[in-house]
């Protein structure tokens, strides 16, 4: 009997070890920053990432159900699209900015290339209510997830309220996209000193010029510095598009954007908030030979930097190592198949 007693509480510790190794939903990767993000008025849950996955899948957001969130973020590109320069809509509409790239939005605290969203859990109103995007009201949305017992009963699991609300939407798809982190390329390994991981001689060179000529503002580990910058585009006459004035109405913000991270940069092109550039070489030919002179130039800029063909080369090799495959394939995030077909996948079990 004291035999079986303890081998029955063996077997407990056992299962409680392998409990409290579980994978969490979010955690700061070694030699991060802390997060601007305030967990602790949206604590993550199985629950509302389920139900926030599905809703960044569901057409439901859009005006017609044809458009969703991945139509224009999808993972395999880091969460942006790259068969288009400008955002798509319903009924074939073309928005005015390049779709941005999501991941990591724990540490950011402006969204949009200029900034006018100032937390993720209000983000999603932009595309929802945007005309040219999914050309719908929150309100809409809510009354047809309301109409549909399987997200009731999702609201329910994560909410214990069937009742849906907007506020409770929006903070469920919050809770999917905080999870987007991406933090194990070949550059996060070797910062992280990994048996067998190593940059080349190549990617060592860029490395060390990408410090000299671009950290300031892609600044590690991130790869961005959250802030607005020109970084010298020419107007393109057809959109007209001066940044970040459009927000504040001031003058010293003209052709100011968001600098972009540049984590996935191998696979997020369409380059630039106008989509204008597809190829790397393209950027790096920009920032040394195509910048623009204007009053609100970035000071980093105000001089060509000097970069030999070859030195572009080397940055660009060590760009592509920042490129985080187990991110980009990461299943977690793929369309959640069990979610809108239950039936389906309990009869391949």
Not at 237 to 255: A, H, Q
Request: hydrophobic share 35%; with cysteine; charged share 20%.
């Amino acid at each position: 009997m004291k035999i079986r007693l303890i081998s029955l509480v063996v077997i407990v510790l056992v299962a409680a070890a392998f409990k409290s190794v579980e994978k969490p939903f979010f955690s700061v990767p070694k030699g991060w920053p802390q997060p601007t993000y305030d967990f602790s008025k949206n604590q993550l849950s199985k629950e509302n990432i389920m139900l926030g996955r599905a809703l960044f899948h569901d057409p439901i957001l859009s005006r017609d159900s044809t458009i969703s969130c991945t139509s224009c973020h999808s993972q395999y590109s880091g969460f942006t699209h790259t068969d288009h320069d400008l955002s798509h809509g319903i009924e074939d509409r073309i928005g005015t900015r390049n779709s941005p790239a999501l991941m990591n939005l724990a540490w950011h605290q402006r969204f949009m290339w200029d900034g006018a969203i100032h937390h993720l859990d209000m983000q999603a109103l932009a595309p929802i209510s945007h005309p040219d995007e999914m050309d719908e009201s929150i309100e809409n949305v809510v009354l047809k997830l309301q109409q549909s017992p399987r997200y009731r009963a999702a609201f329910y699991r994560a909410y214990a309220d069937s009742t849906i609300t907007g506020q409770h939407l929006l903070k469920a798809l919050s809770q999917f996209m905080l999870t987007f982190v991406s933090a194990n390329s070949k550059y996060d390994k070797v910062m992280r000193n990994e048996a067998g991981i190593d940059f080349t001689e190549q990617e060592k060179n860029g490395y060390r010029l990408f410090q000299m000529h671009c950290g300031a503002c892609h600044q590690e580990p991130l790869f961005t510095n959250h802030q607005f910058a020109n970084n010298g585009l020419a107007v393109d006459t057809t959109l007209s598009d001066f940044g970040r004035m459009r927000v504040t109405i001031n003058s010293n913000d003209s052709l100011k954007f968001k600098v972009p991270t540049l984590r996935n940069i191998e696979f997020t092109f369409p380059y630039m908030h106008d989509g204008r550039f597809r190829q790397l070489s393209q950027v790096m030919d920009h920032y040394t030979g195509g910048i623009q002179k204007s009053p609100t130039l970035a000071p980093e800029l105000q001089t060509r930097l000097p970069l030999s063909a070859n030195e572009k080369v080397d940055i660009t090799a060590f760009l592509l190592t920042l490129s985080d495959r187990e991110f980009l394939f990461n299943k977690d995030y793929a369309y959640p198949r069990a979610f809108f077909a239950p039936q389906q996948q309990s009869n391949k079990k």
